[in-house]
């Protein structure tokens, strides 16, 4: 067998602002009609530009991640390239994420917190 991935499903507060997050960042569409989601306000999805989709799931009382602590595990985040890690890390303050990780002379990746504290990297490509 061999499977195609669908989507990449984050669980979150608020669905449609996360999605909204990821759209600013990785460009794309918030909630592009597709048959195989219904949409509503536990649910949202981005389609982005290089054909990947991130789905957002509301879960009440999420837990966010704490960056490193294993107590409260990441389990899973996303790696985005970017040409420019000091325009992009000026970038993503601005659409609300937060640094966990912050190296101002650039060794190649930083690790930033999400709206919903999911934890991801931006990485110089």
Same mark, same amino acid.
């Given at each position: 067998? *061999? !499977?195609?991935?669908?989507? *990449?499903?984050?669980?979150?507060?608020? #669905?449609?602002?996360? +999605?909204?997050f990821y759209? !600013?960042?990785?460009?794309g569409?918030?909630?592009?009609p597709?048959?195989?989601w219904?949409?509503?306000?536990?649910?949202? *999805?981005?389609? *982005? #530009?290089? &054909?990947?989709? @991130?789905?957002?799931? /509301?879960? +009440? &009382?999420?837990? =966010? #991640?704490?960056w =490193?602590?294993? +107590?409260? #595990?990441?389990?899973?985040?996303?790696?985005?390239?970017?040409?420019?890690?000091?325009?992009?890390?000026k970038?993503? @303050?601005?659409? &609300?994420a937060? =640094?966990? $990780?912050?190296d101002?002379? $650039? /060794?190649g990746?930083?690790?930033y +917190?999400? =709206?919903a &504290?999911?934890?991801?990297?931006?990485? /110089?490509?």
């Amino acid at each position: 067998m *061999t !499977a195609r991935l669908q989507c *990449t499903v984050l669980d979150c507060p608020e #669905p449609l602002v996360l +999605a909204e997050f990821y759209a !600013a960042l990785l460009g794309g569409r918030v909630n592009q009609p597709d048959p195989q989601w219904s949409l509503d306000d536990d649910w949202a *999805t981005v389609h *982005t #530009p290089q &054909g990947q989709v @991130l789905a957002f799931q /509301r879960a +009440a &009382g999420l837990r =966010p #991640p704490q960056w =490193p602590d294993p +107590a409260h #595990p990441q389990q899973f985040h996303l790696d985005l390239a970017v040409p420019d890690l000091a325009t992009a890390h000026k970038e993503v @303050l601005a659409l &609300g994420a937060r =640094p966990l $990780e912050y190296d101002p002379d $650039e /060794r190649g990746s930083n690790v930033y +917190a999400d =709206p919903a &504290g999911h934890p991801f990297c931006l990485v /110089r490509s």
